[in-house]
């Protein structure tokens, strides 16, 4: 018998998986004749490219195709688990039309966004049923969404807002609910469609942009974000825009920079300052009178304002602030200064 | 309780300001994107010199700040040909200074493919110019390329090495440019380390190049040590007799030196000097370079090694 040594182990197992993955068959990029609801794109020339060059990405790796389907067992077993939940909530309901098709047409009346929605629910005595789209995304983007509006907080995950609006005005709903996958309990986010309207309509309109410069066979300008093309798949392949980026400000008022030597003298003296005040403080609490060397030290007790709200009180004023919390993506400014 | 009570009083800020009813003084000649003529600053007299110094500060400041917001992983290190350490900044670590520097890319052509003697291999080409929007400095032809035999692409076969090859040219030009104009081509190991003083960044995380042993050394086999020793010529641990590892010297905090192989399970700490064996043939030559990038060139944009002290 031969013997296999531990890295050779592991070595035939990573083997045998890609093996395995590659064999589900691999969904090959390929071209496009419509908008897909989950590819709203800030650049434009993206969207157009998806249309025309779709088939001259790159197949995906082995990696890649095994996130797809660790992405789609989650979605199949939540909504597996959704079913099996509504039967037993109050009112019950139950999953209907999965994997849907639905169009939606443009001003020219053609065909310009389609997708699936993954499912609706419905509830009991009632037509038509409110649609569900289930995401499965990495737990460092869904960490960050609590409500439809975080969705916009980050470029991955801010074309599964417009996914789900886009399904909501084609199956003709107000509401609609996005599942996201977390690591414990699964998050159900209620979207509305008509605070959003503007948001779909400018999809929309992005949507039979790119369908006319598909069939005029032209493209648009670039995009002047280069960000936007570090994350594009056809930059440097057949999409090759120029970059510009901002630079830093160079400041060169000399006031400011004394100030900011000045600054950085005084942090070391600061800091201790700040650790001997604590520390004294604490060493002499409560003391009203007392001498040390050639310093007298004099406290005294001051009127305090405490609010005893009841512990229930509390409780549902943390449940009012965490309703409307909300993230503001430039809401703070950190400043940190660095000498070098 | 007054602050005064600690000790001595605070010592007054005192910090330059400009009186009431007076505007700044010219300061915008201190930014070196500012263009000004010779004539012009002598003209300004001791203002001139003023001038210029602050200019070279920014600029030296800049290109610190450029350094540490790279990552050592950004770095090749190479030697030159007296020996010293250099640092070759990849085009993954271009990525991250172009901001700072107002880096623009401009009149990009279309990637040319050439075809290998082989008739299989084949190299795509791409040209451009580029801009700093801090110095106001233009390059122009400035060349990327990439070839099917690069080792970045050795796993990949069919319009997939055709896509990444072309990719990587693009992401090569874009580099080729920062480098440029950032000057970040070629930069003393030294500087390195100082720019990354007081972070947890260290050029031991550099990648190794030329002048650091052979391809399959760099990459860890059987192994390359020191200058050309190998781990079969590890000497024993002189306190328990096991093997000993060789460990690399580390910029201004310790020389290289043997460290018995069980100093990480904590059974045995010894350790012993290095001594460097004296050179045979010198290391090993090489032109390649790791992750996709082609490195420092042996012909770039016209200027020959030797003119840029590889």
Same mark, same amino acid.
């Given at each position: ?127 038509? /049923? ?29 074309? /599964? ?131 040390? /060397?050639?310093?007298?030290?004099? /406290? ?41 | ?17 400009? #009186?009431?009813? =007076? ?48 990552? #050592? =992983? ?8 007296? !020996? ?26 279309? #990637? ?45 076969? !069919?319009? =997939? ?13 874009? !580099? ?11 930069? #003393?190991?030294?500087?390195?380390? =100082? ?56 910029? !201004? ?58």
């Amino acid at each position: 018998m031969t013997l296999i040594s531990k890295r050779g182990i592991a070595d035939i197992i990573s083997d045998a998986w890609i093996a395995f993955i590659e064999a589900e068959g691999r969904s090959a990029p390929h071209k496009r004749e419509y908008v897909y609801a989950s590819s709203r794109r800030e650049c434009l020339r993206r969207m157009v490219l998806e249309m025309t060059e779709g088939d001259k990405l790159p197949e995906f790796d082995a990696n890649t195709l095994a996130k797809f389907r660790r992405g789609n067992d989650r979605e199949r077993d939540l909504l597996n688990d959704l079913s099996n939940i509504g039967r037993n909530s109050d009112p019950p309901f139950e999953v209907v039309a999965q994997q849907q098709r639905f169009e939606l047409k443009d001003k020219k009346g053609r065909v310009c966004i389609v997708g699936k929605t993954d499912a609706r629910i419905r509830f009991e005595r009632t037509e038509g /049923g409110i649609p569900v789209e289930v995401k499965a995304w990495s737990p460092f983007l869904t960490n960050r969404i609590e409500r439809f509006e975080d969705l916009a907080l980050s470029p991955w995950t801010k074309p /599964g807002a417009f996914q789900l609006l886009a399904y909501l005005l084609g199956a003709g709903e107000p509401v609609g609910i996005l599942l996201l996958d977390m690591s414990g309990l699964p998050l159900p986010i209620p979207v509305e469609l008509e605070p959003n309207l503007d948001m779909i309509e400018s999809f929309l309109q992005k949507a039979e942009a790119a369908l006319d410069h598909k069939e005029a066979s032209t493209l648009p300008p670039f995009i002047e974000d280069p960000s936007e093309c570090q994350r594009c798949p056809f930059y440097g392949s057949v999409c090759n825009p120029p970059l510009k980026h901002e630079g830093a400000t160079v400041i060169t008022d000399p006031a400011f920079e004394a100030s900011l030597v000045r600054r950085e003298e005084l942090k070391q003296a600061a800091k201790e300052y700040s650790d001997l005040d604590k520390a004294i403080k604490k060493a002499v609490y409560g003391t009203e009178h007392a001498v040390a /060397g050639n310093f007298v030290l004099e /406290g005294k007790w001051r009127q305090k304002t405490v609010y005893d709200v009841p512990a229930k009180k509390q409780e549902a004023y943390e449940k009012l602030r965490q309703a409307n919390k909300r993230i503001e993506p430039k809401g703070s400014f950190v400043l940190e200064v660095t000498k070098l | 309780m007054e602050d005064e009570t600690l000790g001595n009083p605070p010592t007054k800020v005192e910090v330059e300001t400009v #009186p009431e009813g =007076e505007e700044r003084r010219d300061l915008p000649m201190e930014h070196p994107g500012r263009e000004v003529g010779l004539a012009e600053l002598a003209a300004r007299k001791g203002e001139g010199l003023a001038i210029i110094e602050a200019r070279a500060k920014i600029l030296e400041t800049l290109r610190k700040a450029a350094i540490r917001a790279t990552s #050592p =992983e950004d770095w090749l290190l190479f030697r030159d040909k007296v !020996g010293a350490v250099i640092g070759y900044l990849q085009d993954c670590g271009c990525d991250r200074v172009r901001d700072l520097y107002g880096i623009e890319v401009q009149n990009v052509g279309r #990637p040319e493919k050439v075809s290998g003697e082989d008739g299989e291999s084949f190299t795509y080409l791409i040209m451009g110019g580029g801009y700093c929007g801090i110095t106001h400095q233009t390059v122009e032809s400035i060349e990327g390329g990439r070839s099917s035999n690069d080792d970045f692409v050795r796993d990949k076969h !069919g319009v =997939e090495l055709e896509l990444a090859v072309r990719k990587a040219a693009r992401a090569n030009l874009d !580099g080729n440019i920062t480098r440029e104009l950032a000057g970040l081509k070629s930069v #003393p190991l030294g500087e390195l380390n =100082e720019a990354w003083k007081d972070s947890n960044k260290t050029s031991a995380d550099c990648r190794l190049g030329r002048g650091f042993g052979s391809g399959a050394e760099r990459q860890g086999a059987d192994v390359q040590t020191g200058a050309g020793v190998t781990q079969s010529k590890a000497p024993k641990c002189p306190k328990c007799g096991g093997p000993m590892k060789f460990v690399k010297a580390k910029e !201004g905090k310790y020389e290289a030196f043997w460290s018995c192989a069980k100093y990480q399970s904590g059974d045995c700490t010894a350790a012993r000097p290095y001594v460097e064996p004296p050179a045979e043939n010198g290391p090993e030559p090489s032109t390649e370079a790791p992750d996709g990038d082609p490195g420092p060139q042996e012909e770039d944009q016209g200027v020959s090694r030797d003119d840029v002290n590889f």
